[in-house]
Each structure stands twice: as structure tokens, then as C-alpha cells.
């Protein structure tokens, strides 16, 4: 089965700072992994996605993520921190051949001024 | 938001009433999907659809309805059977083809029950 875990339901950063939301899997398999964003009342964005190769994913609006097999996370990361990043982020993740896929519960980013 | 939109934004039901949300996606994508969001509890798959004429229960099917009579058009029918359908739905839609696997998502529709 295939879940994931997004364990801080709330990160609070301040601006300029960098920040991480944090994120573990489980899959059978190779997994492919994404981020994605929601503001208020809209639709998710995608971020980023890791499907192999270089264990460092770069992403939209200087976004990043770190794959790291061994301790099952993809953390996603930014250096500099903005108020307009204040949103739901969601980690997903699915295992290769399978279209299904499995969402976390959503870590609410908050960057103040 | 892309090539996916749904209507209508906002939607009202009485009880006992059914309701069709639309979707449509004009990335010629393949396969779409159907989720209910749900405060603190992220998104969950109702129906998806890898091809015409063809789809699959999700997590949490009961109570809801779909069809997919044409590639780009995949809506969704919340019957009078959903117990609770006041929610925020989302539709998306991926290619099945190589690396180009990412899910897109519309802007969703939000549905309240009066």
C-alpha cells in the first residue's frame, strides 16, 4: 500500500528565511514523488516532481526537493522564504505503472513579514 | 490551472437532489480523475478513467457517478445516495505517455448542501 505523511500540519517562517515542509513516503517499488501548492479556493499546483536521476529536484518559483531513499522522505525546500509562498502544500506519491496517486494531509506554509 | 476547467465554481444543493459537476481538458490527456478535499484530511479519489468508455472506483466512490463518453469530458454526478457532499472537488488529468505523467489539476468546484 502506499501512503504518505506530511507531519506538521502548520510551518510558520519569516521572510527571507529559508524554509523546508517536510515529507515521507511509502510505495512498493520505485516511487515518483511530486509537490504541489494550493492557494485559497483554487486548484493544486505542481511544483516539482522526482521520477530518477539526480536526488536534487528543482522546481518552480525556486522551489526544490531532496529525494532520499534510505530514510523514505522528499522534503521540499526553498532558501529565501516570501510572504506570497503562504499556502497548502501538498506531497503526493504513486509507484511507477500505477496512475493512482496517494496525497498527504497538507502542511500549511505561513511566512510573515 | 492549465488546459482543465470545471463549472460550476460555486455550486448549491438541496437535500435529496442530484447534482453533475463538469470537467473538461483540452491537453489531450488520457486518463482523469475525480477527488473530494476535505479540511485536514488532504484529497481523496473518487472515479478515474484511463480511457473512453472505461472507469474505476477510487477510495470513496459510494454515492457518486461518472461517464466518459468523450476524451476531453469526464463529470461527475453527486446522487442523493452521497451522505455528506458539502466538499470542494477537484478534477485532473495526466498523459499516460513516457515521463509526461504529471497530474493537472482545474480550479475546482465547491459544493454546499442547503
Known amino acids: 500500500a502506499q501512503s504518505v505523511a506530511q507531519p506538521e500540519d502548520q ?8 524554509l523546508t515542509v517536510k515529507c515521507t513516503y511509502s510505495v512498493s517499488g520505485n516511487p515518483y514523488l511530486f509537490w504541489y501548492v494550493q ?4 486548484g493544486l ?40 509562498d503562504s499556502a497548502l502544500y501538498f506531497c503526493a506519491v504513486r509507484s511507477r505503472g500505477f496512475q493512482k496517486l496517494v496525497f498527504g494531509t497538507g502542511t500549511r506554509l505561513l511566512v510573515s513579514p | 490551472d492549465g488546459g482543465i476547467t470545471q463549472s460550476p465554481k460555486y ?64 463529470p461527475l454526478t453527486v446522487t442523493s445516495a452521497q451522505k455528506n457532499p458539502t466538499a470542494f472537488y477537484l478534477c485532473a488529468s495526466n498523459s499516460m505517455r513516457g515521463s509526461q ?14
Open chain 1, 11 to 18: 510551518v510558520n517562517v519569516a521572510e527571507g528565511n529559508p
Open chain 1, 39 to 42: 492557494y485559497p479556493n483554487r
Open chain 1, 45 to 84: 499546483q505542481f511544483l516539482l516532481k522526482y521520477i530518477t536521476g539526480d536526488n536534487l529536484v528543482k522546481g518552480s518559483y525556486g522551489f526544490e526537493a531532496e529525494f532520499n531513499k534510505s530514510q523514505t522522505s522528499f522534503h521540499l525546500k526553498k532558501p529565501s522564504a516570501l510572504v506570497s
Open chain 2, 11 to 74: 455550486l448549491f444543493r438541496k437535500e435529496g437532489q442530484n447534482v453533475t459537476l463538469s470537467c473538461e481538458q483540452n491537453l489531450n490527456h488520457d486518463a482523469m480523475y475525480w477527488y473530494r478535499q476535505d479540511p485536514g484530511q488532504g484529497l481523496r479519489l473518487i472515479y478515474y478513467s484511463q480511457i473512453v468508455n472505461d472507469f474505476q472506483k477510487g477510495d470513496i466512490a459510494e454515492g457518486y457517478s461518472v461517464s466518459r463518453e468523450k476524451k476531453e469530458s469526464f
Open chain 2, 101 to 114: 505523467d504529471t497530474q493537472y489539476f482545474g480550479p475546482g468546484t465547491r459544493l454546499t448542501v442547503l
